[in-house]
């Protein structure tokens, strides 16, 4: 693939500008927070100083923006040009610029105060990411200053996204985040029998993923290895994908290879993609082959196993990219009758794929030891919530023009590919594979728009990850044209220039965590829960742990009998299907009072609307979790630092607390 560079004159205009905006667009931003902070800036030496600064910086960059048209020109571009000669200091200053990002994210003062301003971390980005381009073009002068630019945020970008992914990786004991320890609790039931003790049901939700997540408890692993494990996972196994794609694109050389792969793993974050939709991804990219049938068939039967393991709307997905790449890599011959033998192998593979995951999904249920096989499909009586797919209160951006802004450059490089490069497909397989990437699209929408959805993109990562394969090979010239041979594509500049910025602005969202906590607090938390557990058991009582289910499964926790029902993931989409059978047994066991003792978070009953995040799934669980508990529990200890509060039954009349 070749690209074309700016001229020199339109690449330096286009810096300055970006230079001169952002500040800028920062000030108005801090404005507003010293509005909500109740600063009053012009009697605020710090805010003033601040503010003055950033002015400055920007209207410095207007000014040279502006001598760029004047008889100076070419003194200016020099000056801004005389760092890149400075080759001693270039590697260091690389190091630095790369690094500089997440560092400055991860200052504590900088994530109270402007974590959330998007230009004001756009800016921060902006200019490390010059200090970067400088550096690289000190180290290879050769390269154009528009290549060090975009190299520079590819390699920034995806150490950002490496730093602020394992700083989750923590030993603290607690669950981090409303789910975040009960996909560490969920593997365990697997190996129930030598962990608890007795066998108990297996996962309703997200099976695959809960057996990826298992080996650490094969070697008896701590709680930071658990979430180090899930974090190299996702890494290796969408690193992977690419590298799956890589091989079927046959690119060889070396330095750019290595670049879009780096770029590939940055698309497939933005999604995300949940890396275990990337196993029937990796089996098919690497296993498919249009020439030999026994090897597709096995590919496709594995991944297809593996997708109905995984979710209900990735059902298709394996038989789906069978037939896109068979659209891609075999041409359609338009002899009499030629149209069924063409289509016959692709919708062979379509039928018999979607069927191998609905039979594996049956089969994982009947020997699940789950009591009802409607527990698994919640999602499909579960509400709609259309309002999501534009901005809303919890998603910010809106789940439809998130998809297009992560889709849109990609789509204009199918479009060139196809205008530019002359494809020559027969429009049998343009349409076919344009149906199936909106197919995908439509159904990711409606999957997003579910009660527990609608709060990032990655229920469209099964059309994420089609386009790519998709742009890629018409780009790179991997299809096979009905005559002729296929031909690599030159894009314009700006155009890739939009292709790496938008991955990337994805990427850069993320905060590093600060993965410090006091060890001594939580260790008393610990015994106090353990002394808790002792009195209970000493008495044959029963005692339900809804969160951090983990500190049994983990030997945090000793002497717990795991109830098997009611963990919060679960009773949550039960809640938001509203599953009146799941349900009615929930509120027949709060309402005896069967358990001594109940580990929650603590119920704070309240009801929202959509101007609220998560508003629904809010009221969910306040109205058919929270209140029949609140209506037979009292609170009688609460660890508000972690999230964790005791409840034990209600002694004489029961009262209900005020419910609004």
Same mark, same amino acid.
């Given at each position: 693939?070749?690209?074309?560079?700016?001229?020199?004159?339109?690449?330096?205009?286009?810096?300055?500008?970006?230079?001169?905006?952002?500040?800028? !667009?920062?000030?108005?931003?801090?404005?507003?927070?010293?509005?909500?902070? #109740?600063?009053?800036?012009?009697?605020?030496?710090?805010?003033?100083?601040?503010?003055?600064?950033?002015?400055?910086?920007?209207?410095?960059?207007?000014?040279?923006?502006?001598?760029?048209?004047?008889?100076?020109?070419?003194?200016?571009?020099? &000056?801004?040009?005389?760092? $890149?000669?400075?080759?001693?200091?270039?590697?260091?200053?690389?190091?630095?610029?790369?690094?500089?990002?997440?560092?400055?994210?991860?200052?504590?003062?900088? +994530?109270?105060?402007?974590?959330?301003?998007?230009?004001?971390?756009?800016?921060?980005?902006?200019?490390?990411?010059?200090?970067?381009?400088?550096?690289?073009?000190?180290?290879?002068?050769?390269?154009?200053?528009?290549?060090?630019?975009?190299?520079?945020?590819?390699?920034?970008?995806?150490?950002?996204?490496?730093?602020?992914?394992?700083?989750?990786?923590?030993? %603290?004991?607690?669950?981090?985040?409303?789910?975040?320890?009960?996909?560490?609790?969920?593997?365990?039931?697997?190996?129930?029998?030598?962990?608890?003790?007795?066998?108990?049901?297996?996962?309703?939700?997200?099976?695959?993923?809960?057996?990826?997540?298992?080996?650490?408890?094969?070697?008896?692993?701590?709680?930071?290895?658990?979430?180090?494990?899930?974090?190299?996972?996702?890494?290796?196994?969408?690193?992977?994908?690419? !590298?799956?794609?890589?091989?079927?694109?046959?690119?060889?050389?070396?330095?750019?290879?290595?670049?879009?792969?780096?770029?590939?793993?940055?698309?497939?974050?933005?999604?995300?993609? %949940?890396?275990?939709?990337?196993?029937?991804?990796?089996?098919?990219?690497?296993?498919?082959?249009?020439?030999?049938?026994?090897?597709?068939?096995?590919?496709?039967?594995?991944?297809?196993?593996?997708?109905?393991?995984?979710?209900?709307?990735?059902?298709?997905?394996?038989?789906? !990219?069978?037939?896109?790449?068979?659209?891609?890599?075999?041409?359609?011959?338009?002899?009499?009758?030629?149209?069924?033998?063409?289509?016959?192998?692709?919708?062979?593979?379509?039928?018999?794929?979607?069927?191998?995951?609905?039979?594996?999904?049956?089969?994982?249920?009947?020997?699940?030891?789950?009591?009802?096989?409607?527990?698994?499909?919640?999602?499909?009586?579960?509400?709609?919530?259309?309002?999501?797919?534009?901005?809303?209160?919890?998603?910010?951006?809106?789940?439809?023009?998130?998809?297009?802004?992560?889709?849109?450059?990609?789509?204009?490089?199918?479009?060139?590919?196809? /205008?530019?490069?002359?494809?020559? !497909?027969?429009?049998?397989?343009?349409?076919?594979?344009?149906?199936?990437? $909106?197919?995908?699209?439509?159904?990711?929408?409606?999957?997003?728009?579910? &009660?527990?959805?609608?709060?990032?993109?990655? #229920?469209?990562?099964?059309?994420?990850?089609?386009?790519? &394969?998709?742009?890629?090979?018409?780009?790179?010239?991997?299809?096979?044209?009905?005559?002729?041979?296929?031909?690599?594509?030159?894009?314009?500049?700006?155009?890739?220039?939009?292709?790496?910025?938008?991955?990337?602005?994805?990427?850069?969202?993320? #905060?590093?965590?600060?993965?410090?906590?006091?060890?001594?607090?939580?260790?008393?938390?610990?015994?106090?829960?353990?002394?808790?557990?002792?009195?209970?058991?000493? /008495?044959?009582?029963?005692?339900?742990?809804?969160?951090?289910?983990?500190?049994?499964?983990?030997?945090?926790?000793?002497?717990?009998?795991?109830?098997?029902?009611?963990?919060?993931?679960?009773?949550?989409?039960?809640?938001?299907? #509203?599953?009146? +059978? %799941?349900?009615?047994?929930?509120?027949?066991?709060?309402?005896?009072?069967?358990?001594?003792?109940?580990?929650?978070?603590?119920?704070?009953?309240?009801?929202?609307?959509?101007?609220?995040?998560?508003?629904?799934?809010?009221?969910?669980?306040?109205?058919?979790?929270?209140?029949?508990?609140?209506?037979?529990?009292?609170?009688?200890?609460? %660890?508000?630092?972690?999230?964790?509060?005791?409840?034990?039954?209600?002694?004489?009349?029961?009262?209900?607390?005020?419910?609004?």
């Amino acid at each position: 693939m070749n690209v074309s560079s700016p001229a020199r004159t339109t690449f330096w205009r286009l810096t300055l500008l970006a230079t001169a905006c952002l500040p800028f !667009l920062a000030v108005w931003q801090l404005l507003g927070l010293a509005r909500d902070l #109740n600063v009053v800036v012009p009697t605020s030496r710090s805010w003033m100083g601040l503010l003055g600064l950033l002015g400055m910086f920007g209207g410095s960059a207007l000014v040279v923006l502006a001598l760029s048209w004047s008889r100076w020109q070419e003194k200016i571009l020099a &000056i801004l040009e005389a760092p $890149s000669r400075w080759r001693w200091i270039s590697v260091p200053a690389l190091v630095v610029a790369l690094a500089a990002y997440p560092l400055f994210l991860a200052l504590p003062f900088v +994530q109270a105060l402007v974590g959330g301003l998007g230009w004001v971390r756009a800016l921060a980005f902006w200019v490390f990411a010059l200090g970067g381009m400088y550096a690289l073009k000190a180290l290879k002068k050769e390269l154009p200053w528009f290549a060090c630019l975009t190299l520079g945020v590819v390699l920034q970008s995806s150490l950002h996204l490496l730093v602020t992914q394992f700083s989750y990786v923590s030993s %603290y004991p607690f669950a981090k985040g409303w789910s975040e320890t009960s996909r560490y609790y969920y593997p365990s039931l697997y190996l129930s029998g030598q962990i608890f003790g007795g066998r108990l049901p297996w996962p309703i939700l997200h099976p695959s993923l809960h057996l990826l997540l298992l080996p650490p408890y094969l070697i008896d692993a701590p709680l930071w290895f658990h979430r180090f494990w899930q974090v190299f996972l996702r890494f290796s196994l969408l690193g992977l994908t690419a !590298l799956a794609l890589l091989r079927r694109l046959s690119i060889k050389h070396g330095a750019f290879r290595t670049l879009f792969w780096l770029w590939m793993v940055l698309y497939l974050f933005q999604g995300p993609v %949940y890396f275990h939709l990337a196993v029937p991804l990796i089996l098919v990219l690497w296993g498919f082959s249009h020439s030999d049938d026994r090897r597709t068939w096995l590919v496709l039967i594995l991944a297809s196993i593996w997708s109905g393991l995984s979710r209900i709307n990735w059902y298709p997905m394996p038989g789906v !990219l069978v037939g896109v790449l068979y659209f891609l890599e075999v041409p359609y011959k338009g002899r009499q009758g030629g149209t069924w033998r063409y289509l016959l192998r692709p919708g062979l593979w379509f039928a018999v794929g979607t069927g191998v995951a609905f039979a594996a999904q049956r089969a994982y249920i009947a020997l699940s030891g789950i009591p009802a096989a409607d527990f698994f499909y919640t999602s499909l009586t579960s509400n709609l919530l259309w309002y999501r797919l534009l901005p809303n209160a919890s998603y910010s951006m809106g789940v439809l023009p998130a998809a297009l802004v992560a889709s849109l450059p990609l789509w204009v490089a199918v479009l060139v590919a196809l /205008r530019r490069g002359r494809a020559g !497909l027969h429009p049998l397989r343009l349409g076919l594979v344009v149906s199936a990437l $909106s197919v995908l699209f439509a159904g990711g929408l409606v999957v997003s728009m579910k &009660i527990g959805g609608g709060v990032d993109i990655h #229920n469209l990562d099964a059309y994420l990850s089609l386009l790519l &394969i998709v742009s890629a090979y018409l780009v790179f010239g991997r299809y096979v044209p009905e005559t002729g041979n296929a031909r690599v594509v030159d894009l314009h500049w700006g155009l890739l220039g939009l292709i790496v910025a938008v991955p990337a602005w994805f990427a850069l969202q993320g #905060n590093v965590a600060l993965p410090s906590y006091d060890a001594v607090r939580t260790g008393s938390i610990l015994s106090q829960l353990q002394a808790r557990v002792e009195q209970v058991d000493a /008495r044959d009582g029963e005692i339900l742990l809804i969160t951090q289910r983990h500190l049994v499964s983990m030997h945090m926790l000793h002497g717990v009998q795991v109830v098997p029902e009611y963990e919060r993931e679960e009773l949550m989409e039960m809640a938001m299907g #509203n599953n009146e +059978q %799941y349900l009615d047994r929930f509120r027949e066991d709060i309402a005896a009072q069967r358990f001594d003792l109940i580990l929650v978070d603590p119920l704070n009953f309240r009801l929202l609307g959509r101007n609220y995040a998560f508003g629904e799934e809010n009221n969910a669980w306040a109205q058919r979790v929270m209140k029949p508990i609140l209506c037979n529990y009292e609170l009688d200890q609460i %660890y508000p630092e972690d999230q964790i509060a005791l409840y034990v039954p209600q002694r004489g009349e029961r009262q209900c607390p005020s419910l609004k």
